[in-house]
T-cell receptor, first 116, second 108 residues
Framework: EAGVVQSPRYKIIEKKQPVAFWCNPI?????LYWYRQNLGQGPELLIR????????DSQLPKDRFSAERLKGVDSTLKIQPAELGDSAVYLC??????????????FGPGTRLTVL | SQQGEEDPQALSIQEGENATMNCSYK?????LQWYRQNSGRGLVHLIL?????REKHSGRLRVTLDTSKKSSSLLITASRAADTASYFC????????FGKGTLLTVNP
């Protein structure tokens, strides 16, 4: 069974540029998460989707971040414009079912973003 | 704010020794989960313990949960060099919130 796929794995951009990350969750997983992990820290939830609905986006900086999960499968996370402080690893995870944090989460390898 | 806080921040042991990591959390949880993260990789789920459980085993892993103290511990027995990684605990109350992690180094 294929795991969570993310691309690109690495991205280097200059500040004020836009950037997008893509995630393909495990087939059949209804719930999808985007996390940001700063160096030396644990992952912090940005947004959680149940199918195509964003059910928790309280931690998403909405002035520059946006996300979508069309058709309830793949998801894209966008930053526009990027700032120096956005340098981090962006992780995508998925779980079967719709129970939020009640089940094991399956993580992708992440996208390491460097903003210069 | 982070729900889980791991202790110690870093731990270095010899292969074959046991490693114990602790986790404290702040609010009530439905379950607590432990994950491992190898350098440059995503997190891998190790074990989930529900709030009505006190102890759980999985292979060389033993997890305890004390809800009265809002704390958990992860014991890795007979450690191997391949266990070298960062370990995170996450408390879940319909939302999984991670601590900063413990960096475990197992020296061959």
């Amino acid at each position: 069974e294929a795991g969570v796929v993310q691309s690109p794995r690495y991205k280097i951009i200059e500040k004020k540029q836009p950037v997008a990350f893509w995630c393909n969750p495990i087939s059949g997983h209804n719930t999808l998460y985007w996390y940001r992990q700063n160096l030396g820290q644990g992952p912090e939830l940005l947004i959680r989707y149940e199918n195509e609905e964003a059910v928790d986006d309280s931690q998403l900086p909405k002035d520059r971040f946006s996300a979508e999960r069309l058709k309830g499968v793949d998801s894209t996370l966008k930053i526009q414009p990027a700032e120096l402080g956005d340098s981090a690893v962006y992780l995508c995870a998925s779980t079967p079912g719709l129970a939020g944090g009640e089940n094991e989460q399956f993580f992708g390898p992440g996208t390491r973003l460097t903003v210069l | 704010s982070q729900q889980g806080e791991e202790d110690p921040q870093a731990l270095s042991i010899q292969e074959g020794e046991n490693a114990t990591m602790n986790c404290s959390y702040k609010t009530s949880i439905n379950n607590l989960q432990w994950y491992r993260q190898n350098s440059g990789r995503g997190l891998v789920h190790l074990i989930l313990i529900r709030s009505n459980e006190r102890e759980k085993h999985s292979g060389r892993l033993r997890v305890t949960l004390d809800t009265s103290k809002k704390s958990s511990s992860l014991l890795i027995t007979a450690s191997r060099a391949a266990d070298t990684a960062s370990y995170f605990c996450g408390g879940s109350n319909y939302k999984l919130t991670f601590g900063k992690g413990t960096l475990l180094t197992v020296n061959p």
